[in-house]
């Protein structure tokens, strides 16, 4: 390379100059980023709630559901104390809501039902200990998820059912879930599952079609059996409870809809009474207990009144006749009921007192009303019974103070009201919800915070509000979905108020944010951002009138356009998009059956592959060494890993791990030196690590991690230099951090990680520059952040929140180009806040205070665009809005390209951080070529989009001459000032020879924006 004495002064010069005037000093303490657009301005009227709903529990940890404005409705837990109350994990940011079901197995494993953008609604677990929910296996790849439904808990497993007839079971690990059993094969019709339950006998699980009721029975060690009902009515069977090895339930039959019993060993079922003759009696579930069980049922003679069944005939009556004549003495609603004290404190409702609290023995004599809460007639209506410390919890209405909590013992002088959560008459108990050591989680409204989680202590008979879950500030907020980066802007999908989604765009300011409405005039039901081409920002949007179509904007509402529709109605997504070859792949099914898809980001450009099979699908997951790998298969196998060029010829399998139908599954596709590192399953080998040179027969099994399959996990993996990093779990090393050089003798586990706990997960990997980046759950609230160079000598903690309680969320985000990164977190001294590390614990430090003190900014969907970071967060005032943070005001470095050049290149060997040095790389098309660098200061506007001066004002700052190989090195030396973190420059480089594209000799790079970092 030529490089002259002259040149190296001017490139001092150029140092000088990065000194702008613009230059700031590093900032130390936490910042507040600037509001950058407040899309939702609706105000509200009155307080919002949360409206939490108790799902399961016991003492210790209760789970429920509640709604807030940042995460819709989500599975919340709480142990009855503020600190132990929290948002069990929002899988996917934005106010959707993702939570659909949830139980808790033996071991503590939770097994939670939600829908995520990417995955639909799929199976997430967390293991006991952990913080997170992770994905337990994606059943059916790609959006639109497998549904599991039923959810329910029987031994160590928690039993679900798929495509209404299949029997599946999990304990929560991707190796211990399996279909179980498809219950087709043992019926005569299709019948689909909607509700099942254990017991001691087996696992019940029951259903409806063409007029029949079918009840399938489930044992540990043999087949289903299909229990025998004569039916005539299409109507669920709906279970009572398990008595000993006996199921209760009714059911339509020939009787009408009656109770029944099955013995738990036959495939018969025996009525137990037929208390409507001439109709239906349509039990109703109030109480189950050891040996009886508690329902409503109704007669012609009597009305809806109290029944018991010890599930016999002989042992089904009607205890008494709390209503005389046949209007109903009963309320039917559900939780209007709860054991108590050897009886059963109900709803009940006679002409004297009205609807109020009663208490039965068992017997006529032993029946009576409790307490009069609501003298005379009128009732008080009491709702939503729960037990807790030996007494029965619900609400109830009197004329002073309105709906509040009460509680009895199951005698008149123990029922009292316990509070008056708001004064006055107006409603202040909702709903009694379950028992924690702390007291009776309820649910209320004290007029001010909306419906929120209160807990009750019996001991001092005082309430407190637990967590207010919907805060409210100003406004509400709005929803924020998916983020892509596409050069200069960036287009997001957004609730800002109205029915809905938006696809909005910002290139960063308050006047480049906007929505690309009415350009697409969306139905709202369906936007989803695909992948960024040279030609623009593809996405996927149900509109009017067009319908469900692919879409690519270039940042304007002009360059907003349909590409292709896609038609199949709404809420169906694009599978498994991929930017490949200047190309979005994608598998689409447009009724003709699943096809691999491309766009170049034209019309012409856009549709299946041509002479795609029938019958293959081709999921593209990776782009790698100029080819796609992925899932694939042709209808006689299961999923296994494929390469494709694009054509489908050039579509092949490329090994068939696991043969049959089960299929491979495989995963975690990454570079490894010339070839592909990825996980398959197989049932010899469970999932094991495997490299392929991109042909069949150089595809291979590296090693077998654990001898026995159902001992070894890999749950990530990511490139570091010529080796691969990934987090795998067997039984001799718990999870570790592993690498591989894709050979056995070069796989390994890197040593434990000096944490209190060694088994701790290794989760979120990221590669930041020459480092791994990661974060471990050591058990309870706190985790800790790392970064390793892939040994273990050079693995090192960089925040540990171990002793503060903290929560790490988003392990690594990039934010400069010198290895920066950002990531969230919680500290005793800041709520959820934006935290940067340059990879070193002594640059790891807090850099934003959305919300002063303790208060949760909550940073989510960040990303970097241009100079800056931007990010969803809640600043206490406008509720969850876009802000916008400076890479300057946290030392951050960078240097990128901007706007495009014709023939020459321009780019930085390093970032600009005071007291070091980086150089600028030259290229020209010829050698021996003759160059300037030029510059300016900022502000520059937007990149050009064509080969032009790329830098406003421009100042020459250097020249150059070009190698035999049309190359330059100009080296630039940054002074150790402070006073210059925060300088921006921008530069381009401009190159003489004869015959050049622009005015017949010159050649000019690209753009370089230029930030010096601390």
Same mark, same amino acid.
């Given at each position: ?48 709630? #949360? ?5 399961? /529990?016991?003492?210790?940890?209760? @789970?429920?559901?509640? =709604? ?5 409705? +989500? ?69 639109? /998820? ?5 959810? %329910? ?57 063409? $007029? ?8 540990? #060690? %043999? ?61 109703? *579930? ?57 009886? *059963? ?33 009128? /009732? ?21 103070? $309105?709906?509040?909590?009460?509680? %009895? ?15 006055? =008459? ?79 765009? =910002? ?15 969306? #139905?709202?039901?369906?936007? @989803? ?67 691999? @898809? ?8 856009? $549709? ?22 992925? @899932? ?198 800041? $709520? ?115 080969? +032009? ?5 421009? %100042? ?59």
């Amino acid at each position: 390379m030529t490089t002259t004495r002259s040149n190296r002064r001017r490139a001092a010069v150029l140092a000088v100059l990065l000194a702008a005037p613009t230059a700031i000093t590093t900032a130390q303490a936490p910042r507040s980023p600037t509001l950058l657009v407040d899309l939702n301005q609706t105000p509200h009227d009155v307080p919002r709630s #949360s409206s939490p709903t108790d799902l399961f /529990g016991d003492a210790g940890t209760r @789970w429920f559901m509640a =709604t807030d404005p940042g995460h819709g409705l +989500e599975l919340w837990e709480t142990d009855g104390t503020p600190q132990g109350t929290r948002l069990v994990d929002d899988l996917d940011s934005g106010d959707l809501g993702s939570f659909r079901g949830a139980v808790r197995l033996p071991n503590g494993t939770l097994v939670v039902a939600a829908w995520t953008l990417a995955t639909g609604v799929e199976l997430f677990a967390r293991a006991p200990g952990a913080n997170r929910l992770r994905l337990v296996a994606d059943l059916v790849p790609g959006a639109d /998820g497998s549904e599991p439904r039923a959810l %329910t808990v029987w031994g160590n497993a928690c039993w679900f059912v798929l495509n209404g007839m299949e029997l599946w079971r999990t304990d929560g690990t991707a190796a211990g879930t399996r279909r179980v059993e498809d219950l087709r094969a043992i019926t005569s019709s299709w019948v689909p599952i909607e509700r099942m339950v254990a017991g001691p006998g087996g696992l019940w699980a029951g259903g409806v079609a063409s $007029g029949r009721t079918l009840l399938h029975k489930a044992a540990p #060690s %043999t087949p289903s059996v299909e229990v025998t009902l004569p039916s005539t009515a299409l109507q669920q069977p709906r279970f009572l409870g398990t008595l000993g090895t006996r199921l209760v339930f009714s059911s339509a039959s020939a009787f009408g809809f009656e109770p029944f019993v099955h013995d738990g060993a036959t495939g018969n079922a025996a009525l137990l009474a037929d208390i409507h003759p001439t109709g239906n009696s349509e039990p109703k *579930l109030l109480a189950v207990e050891a040996n009886r069980i508690w329902f409503a049922a109704l007669d012609p003679v009597h009305g809806r009144e109290l029944w018991l069944t010890d599930g016999t005939p002989a042992g089904t009556r009607r205890v008494v006749d709390v209503l005389p004549g046949t209007a109903s003495g009963l309320v039917g609603r559900e939780r209007s009921a709860v054991a108590l004290a050897g009886g *059963l404190v109900f709803a009940g409702s006679n002409p004297q007192v009205g609807t109020e609290p009663f208490f039965s023995d068992g017997t006529a004599a032993g029946t009576r009303p409790l307490f009069d809460i609501a003298p005379g007639t009128a /009732g008080s209506a009491p709702l939503d019974f729960e037990q807790h410390a030996g007494r029965a919890y619900f609400s109830a209405i009197d004329p002073l103070h $309105g709906r509040e909590l009460w509680s %009895t013992d199951g005698t008149s002088g123990g029922t009292r009201r316990e509070v008056d959560i708001q004064a006055g =008459t107006a409603q202040g108990t909702h709903t009694p919800l379950g028992s924690t050591t702390a007291g009776l989680l309820f649910a209320a409204d004290d007029g001010m915070h909306g419906i929120e989680p209160w807990i009750f202590d019996p001991t001092t008979r005082t309430a407190s509000l637990l967590a207010n879950l919907a805060p409210d500030p100003i406004n509400y907020g709005f929803g924020f979905g998916e983020v892509l980066v596409h050069d200069d802007f960036a287009l997001f999908v957004a609730h800002r108020g109205v029915p809905g989604l938006q696809p909005f765009v =910002t290139r960063g300011t308050l006047a480049t944010t906007f929505p690309l409405t009415p350009a697409v005039t969306a #139905s709202q039901n369906l936007i @989803w951002s695909l992948g960024a081409l040279p030609a623009g920002a593809v996405f996927q949007a149900e509109s009017t009138p067009l319908g469900n179509g692919l879409w690519i904007t270039d940042g304007s509402l002009q360059g907003t356009r349909m590409l292709a529709p896609l038609g199949r109605g709404s809420m169906r997504r694009a599978t498994d998009p991929l930017v490949h070859d200047g190309r979005l792949w994608f598998e689409w099914d447009d009724g003709s059956g699943p096809t691999l @898809w491309r766009t170049d980001g034209t019309t012409s450009g856009t $549709g299946p592959v041509s002479g795609w099979p029938s019958g293959q699908r081709f999921l593209p997951k990776a782009a790698i060494h100029g080819a796609m790998y992925g @899932w694939g298969g042709n209808g006689t196998e299961g999923w296994e890993p494929w390469i494709s060029d694009g054509t489908a010829a050039g579509t092949v399998r490329l090994a068939d791990v696991a043969p049959g139908f089960a299929g491979s599954d495989p995963t975690h596709f990454t570079p490894l030196g010339r070839g592909v590192f990825f996980v398959a399953s197989s049932p010899q080998t469970g999932a094991e690590p495997w490299f392929t040179d991109g042909t069949p027969a150089g595809t291979r099994l590296i090693t077998e991690l654990v001898p026995l399959a159902a001992h070894g996990r890999i749950s990530e993996a990511t490139s570091l230099a010529d080796r691969v990093l990934f987090v795998a779990n067997t039984s001799a090393t718990g999870w570790r951090l592993w690498t591989s050089d894709g050979t056995a003798t070069g796989t390994s586990p890197l040593p434990a990680l000096p944490t209190t706990n060694p088994n701790a997960q290794p989760t979120g990997l990221a590669r930041i520059g020459d480092r791994v980046v990661f974060a471990t759950d050591p058990g309870g609230p706190a985790s800790k952040l790392w970064a390793t160079d892939g040994t273990g000598p050079g693995t090192v903690g960089l925040f540990d929140g171990s002793q503060l309680g903290a929560v790490i969320r988003s392990p690594a985000t990039p934010a400069g180009d010198g290895g920066e990164f950002v990531f969230v977190a919680r500290d005793g001294s800041h $709520g959820e806040e934006l935290w940067a590390s340059d990879g070193t614990l002594a640059g790891t430090r807090v850099v934003t205070d959305s919300q002063a003190g303790p208060a949760d900014g909550e940073p989510r969907q960040i990303f970097r665009l241009g100079d800056a970071l931007l990010f969803q967060a809640e600043d206490g005032l406008t509720g969850k809005e876009l802000h916008r943070l400076p890479l300057a005001d946290f030392g951050a470095a960078l240097a990128r390209p901007i706007g495009r050049g014709c023939g020459a290149h321009i780019v930085a060997d390093g970032v600009p951080r005071i007291g070091r040095g980086f150089a600028l790389v030259l290229q020209a098309t010829t050698g021996g070529a003759a160059g300037l660098v030029v510059g300016s200061a900022p502000a520059f506007g937007a990149p050009r989009p064509t080969c +032009e001066i790329n830098v406003a004002n421009p %100042t020459a700052l250097g020249n150059f001459t070009t190698d035999p190989q049309g190359a330059a090195r100009l080296p630039v030396q940054v002074p150790n000032d402070p006073a210059l973190v925060g300088a921006l420059l921008y530069l381009q480089s401009v190159h003489l020879r004869t015959g050049g594209p622009l005015f017949g000799n010159l050649e000019l790079s690209e753009g370089l924006e230029v930030l010096v970092g601390d």
